[in-house]
């Protein structure tokens, strides 16, 4: 900015980037994007997965949507206090169809959308460990 004010005062006529006479100060536009951290989630029957998305967004409030979750998955989307970004949690019943599925996260703002297709894995509970080992227990006898 210096060197543009010494030329002016020179004589010189300066022209920025938005042409004579305009502001030569332009500020790109931010373009909303959307993603998670992880593009493959892992879900069990019964469980919950937790995954961060992160929000790009010319405003701090966006809408959230997801399109193509399996029959028996829920989610809840909370936003962060401070920006756009957030954290979604999945909870898939017990019921939930054991597969691959292509859902679609969908965020709007200032009459932008954006969109990120994630793999979301549903498998079977983990097999729960007995908690006691028949082999261990040990009977005494009172009398």
Do not use: H, W
Not at 2 to 13: K, V
Not at 37 to 64: H, M
Not at 65 to 71: D, M, Q, S
Request: glycine residues 10%.
């Amino acid at each position: 900015m210096f060197l543009a004010t010494l030329l002016a005062a020179s004589g010189i006529l300066v022209c920025g980037l938005a042409g004579c006479g305009g502001s030569s100060d332009m500020i790109a536009p931010v373009v909303l994007t959307v993603s998670l951290s992880n593009a493959t989630i892992d879900l069990a029957q019964g469980g919950t997965a937790l995954a961060p998305v992160i929000v790009n967004a010319p405003t701090e409030a966006v809408t959230f949507t997801i399109t193509g979750l399996p029959a028996g998955v829920s989610q809840v989307y909370k936003e962060s206090e401070s920006n756009p970004s957030g954290l979604l949690t999945l909870t898939a019943n017990t019921a939930a169809p054991i597969g691959s599925y292509k859902p679609t996260i969908v965020v709007g703002s200032s009459g932008q959308t954006a969109s990120f297709a994630f793999t979301l894995v549903v498998t079977a509970p983990a097999p729960v460990a007995n908690a006691v080992n028949a082999g261990s227990l040990r009977f005494v006898a009172r009398p």
